[in-house]
């Protein structure tokens, strides 16, 4: 018999009772290894001198004991504490069935991960999910957009003032939504709520694994739950850390089953190709970033027309960039072919008014470095990936913001095949997400090796 404990007002297990070899098996299963650029390092959650590790990976841990015959026992001390809400749903909002299938399952396991799409109403279902238990509630985010969004939606949808912790605030209500960065440089601590619910928005991203940790273990809710649209890792290290926070999936809605049911848009694939008169030879990536993505006149051009061009369509285009400078050679261009368009970046001081304005179609074009999570604006309808990159994550948000139904509108995302080899094998790993993601509605597997330019260039070193 390994009896694991929770002690109450902790988000740690302690194990107890068992024989020596458990604790080095629990040790081994929690162990991974750490990337630090050059090198890897071993690095375990599971604390061998005080015998404890995260909640989140209790299911884990006890499955695993079970496979190799130990008989489990899980003593649970922890009271569950925080204010009653008497929130009052509002009824415009009534939940589709995949929605109520999620609420169910996170009622009943009291921790998790809840996977759905992104436009599949994420806040609908984690305010939702508040809502039936009636208690107070800490919504993390890790934006200002979402900070407001989701303070926006509590008070929408709960009938309830919403707190707002982040931004220069410190205002505390029975459902308070608040920055992750504000809470670990201030500490968690100085929350003076006692909290029934936590709830983590975007619980997948990658930069914030370990600040994720950090703050998740020093949260000692029963209730604890991750939201995200994007849930998979590719390093397992910044998997576990999330799962030891907020548990591991516990219900996933598929992007094609959305579709096939009408609940998001039918999305087609275009992909497009230019060909660069200077080849780069930098060695440096930033160097070749500049050259062949940022300032290359050539692929601009070719995006400025795509641009135009899904505009004269009908559609309200989002052109995603990585950097401002790029940003503002683009709006120059549209400028130059009579579209209008605008920039947003984080410091853009006007951005609410810019973003009301394309929401209203006043600006069919709208270029950003700003919208790749959580950011709530269904007019979107076509999207031109124009930043490249490789990150899975960042382009299935990022296109995810054009996946609302359009009344029978395709949703319309484009990406850029780069003619430099290093640049065109992450066009190639960001069409792979897209594969993994949407499944039979992704249509561009047998017109991939069509859009290999036809002259492929060997950078210098290569």
């Known amino acids: 018999m390994v009896v694991l404990r929770i002690p109450d007002g902790s988000a740690l297990v302690r194990v107890e009772k068992a024989e ?17 650029g050059k090198w890897e390092k071993p690095e375990s959650l599971y604390d061998p001198y005080e015998k404890t590790f995260p909640v989140g990976l209790l299911p884990r841990v006890k499955k695993f004991l079970n496979s190799k015959g130990y008989r489990v026992r899980v003593k649970d001390e922890r009271q569950i504490r925080g204010t009653k809400l008497n929130s009052t749903w509002n009824e415009n909002y009534s939940l589709r069935r995949y929605q109520q299938r999620a ?23 984690g305010l939702r999910i508040i809502h039936e238990l009636d208690l ?30 982040g931004d220069n605030k410190w205002n505390e209500e029975n459902v308070t939504v608040a920055m992750i960065q504000t809470l670990l440089s201030r500490g968690a601590d100085k929350l003076n709520n006692d909290y029934a619910i936590v709830m983590f928005d975007e619980c997948h991203r990658t930069s914030a694994a370990e600040k994720f940790y950090q703050l998740g273990i020093s949260l000692p809710q029963v209730y604890r739950f991750g939201l995200s649209a994007t849930p998979w890792r590719r390093v397992r290290g910044e998997e576990i850390k999330i799962e030891a926070v907020v548990g591991p999936i516990i219900y996933e809605v598929k992007a094609e089953d959305l579709i096939r049911e009408g609940f998001l848009a039918k999305p087609r694939f275009e992909v497009i190709t230019y060909e660069s008169r200077m080849p780069s ?24 027309a795509k641009a135009k061009e899904l505009v004269r369509k009908g559609h309200r285009v989002l052109i995603d960039v990585k950097r401002i400078e790029h940003g503002k050679i683009l709006k120059e261009m549209l400028d130059r072919e009579g579209v209008k368009a605008e920039f947003l970046s984080s410091q853009s001081p ?20 700003l919208l790749k999570e959580g950011v709530d604006i269904p007019e979107i309808s076509a999207i031109i990936l124009a930043g490249g990159g490789k990150s899975d994550i960042m382009t299935i948000q990022t296109i995810g913001r054009a996946l609302r139904p359009k009344w029978g509108m395709k949703a319309v995302i484009v990406d850029v095949a780069d003619d430099d080899p290093l640049l065109y094998t992450h066009f190639i790993e960001r069409q792979k997400a897209l594969k993994q993601y949407y499944g039979r509605y992704y249509d561009r597997e047998s017109k991939l090796n069509e859009t290999v330019p036809k002259k492929r260039r060997a950078r210098k070193g290569s």
Do not use: C
């Open 20 to 36: 020596p070899s458990v604790y080095f098996k629990i040790y081994d299963l929690l162990t991974y290894k750490k990337d630090y």
């Open 136 to 165: 107070s509630a800490l919504i993390v985010v890790h934006t200002k957009e979402l900070l407001y969004q989701w303070a926006e939606k509590v008070e929408e949808l709960l009938g309830v003032k919403a707190g707002i912790v």
């Open 350 to 369: 006007n951005r609410w008014e810019v973003l009301e304005a394309y929401k209203n179609g006043e600006i069919p074009v709208l270029i950003s470095t």
């Open 281 to 304: 030879f930098s060695e440096r990536y930033k160097e070749l970033y500049e050259d062949v993505i940022m300032n290359n006149e050539e692929r601009n051009r070719a995006i400025v």
């Open 103 to 125: 609420v169910r399952k996170a009622l009943r396991e009291k921790m998790g991960v809840l996977a759905l799409p992104v436009g599949s109403g994420k806040t609908v279902v």
